[in-house]
């Protein structure tokens, strides 16, 4: 797939200086690209290979001041890191689009409902009553449960497995491994020490526009739902339990844990490997640090945390700075010890010979 200079920059707003006619096939780094491709310069330290590198069209900040002649077409914007996402995210749509049909073998139930220019790879599955909408990819080996709805332009990878009546919004992106609506962790205790499990008879909505990674786990509720509100973007190897809730535009980073019937709220970060305990609610903005260990509710919105148990982010640098004084503030404290133990005994010494 061959694009030129005026094609890029009329995708991704930008102005060109040099050949409109130079033609790029593929993406490369712009230490290393070759000519034909196209790279992307917009970490200043990197600047050095835009006078050697091979690219036959770079796309750069448009305040970029050039120290020397360059032979590649440029591509001036105003973040050229976001329109070089903006470029990849055409360039994917283009070659989703013309992925379209039904490979074999696959099984479909006769109920279940197809929309147009749809693409169903081999040996996935489709449940009795699924709705798979216009424009949605399944991949090979995918699992689609019965009622299960797979909103427009919504690509569920290989090996995904979406449970009976969870409900996957538009443009949504589920890769591969992970696994929507298994059952919530519910279990009652019986007087003889045993467990008794309680049916989990909810679902799991994921809403538009989200991206959830590989291998990650969304546990449908015991009633009602599990929601993943519109924008969130989950990393890989998460787990979020039944009846939690994560808000719009939420952002949680990889082996993070959510526990059940936790609400996330709107554009909050939650760093790697953090956990939060049930029946919390995490207030919008709030920033979770990696590796912390959330106990209690966090109420006032934009708060930072970090440690386990987790506390407010600038009370623990403290901590951690007085803490890694105290070798010195234990040796002070020692000759602070043995001055007034030496200041009594003087005074006691006095005390004899006073009258």
């Keep these: 797939m061959?694009?030129?200079?005026?094609?890029?920059?009329?995708?991704i707003g930008g102005k060109i200086e040099g050949d409109e006619a130079t033609v790029v096939s593929s993406f490369g780094k712009i230490e290393e690209a070759l000519p034909g491709q196209l790279a992307f310069l917009s970490n200043p330290k990197y600047e050095e290979y835009l006078y050697s590198t091979g690219a036959s069209i770079i796309i750069v900040n448009e305040g970029l001041e050039l120290k020397e002649p360059i032979a590649a077409t440029l591509i001036k914007v105003k973040d050229a890191y976001s329109a070089f996402a903006v470029l990849l995210d055409a360039y994917q749509q283009i070659k989703s689009q013309q992925l379209v049909g039904i490979q074999q073998p696959v099984y479909i139930d006769a109920t279940a409902k197809m929309g147009d220019q749809v693409f169903i790879g081999a040996f996935a599955y489709i449940g009795s009553n699924a709705i798979i909408a216009n424009g949605a990819k399944i991949y090979a080996s995918a699992y689609i449960g019965n009622d299960v709805i797979i909103g427009e332009n919504t690509v569920i990878h290989p090996g995904v497995k979406i449970y009976h009546n969870c409900r996957i919004g538009n443009n949504v992106t589920i890769h591969a491994g992970t696994v929507i609506g298994s059952d919530g962790f519910g279990f009652a205790p019986l007087e003889d020490g045993s467990y008794k499990k309680i049916p989990q008879l909810?679902?799991?909505i994921i809403e538009d526009d989200v991206e959830i990674?590989?291998?990650t786990t969304i546990?449908?509720?015991t009633l009602g739902s599990t929601i993943i509100k519109s924008g969130a973007k989950l990393d890989n190897l998460l787990q979020i339990g039944h009846n939690a809730?994560?808000?719009?535009h939420t952002i949680i980073a990889a082996q993070a844990g959510i526990s059940g019937s936790t609400k996330i709220g709107n554009s909050v970060m939650i760093g790697g490997q953090a956990g939060v305990v049930g029946h919390l609610h995490i207030a919008d903005g709030s920033k979770i640090n990696a590796q912390s260990?959330?106990?209690?509710s966090i109420k006032k919105p934009n708060t930072v945390v970090t440690g386990s148990p987790a506390y407010e982010y600038t009370s623990a640098l403290r901590s951690q700075a007085v803490s890694r004084k105290l070798p010195d503030l234990e040796k002070r404290i020692a000759e602070l010890e043995a001055i007034v133990k030496e200041l009594l005994a003087t005074k006691g010494a006095d005390s004899e010979i006073l009258p």
């Design 2 to 11: 061959q694009f030129t200079a005026v094609q890029i920059a009329a995708i």
């Design 202 to 204: 909810g679902n799991v």
């Design 213 to 215: 990674g590989a291998n």
């Design 219 to 221: 546990d449908r509720a």
């Design 245 to 248: 809730e994560v808000g719009h």
């Design 293 to 296: 260990g959330v106990s209690k």
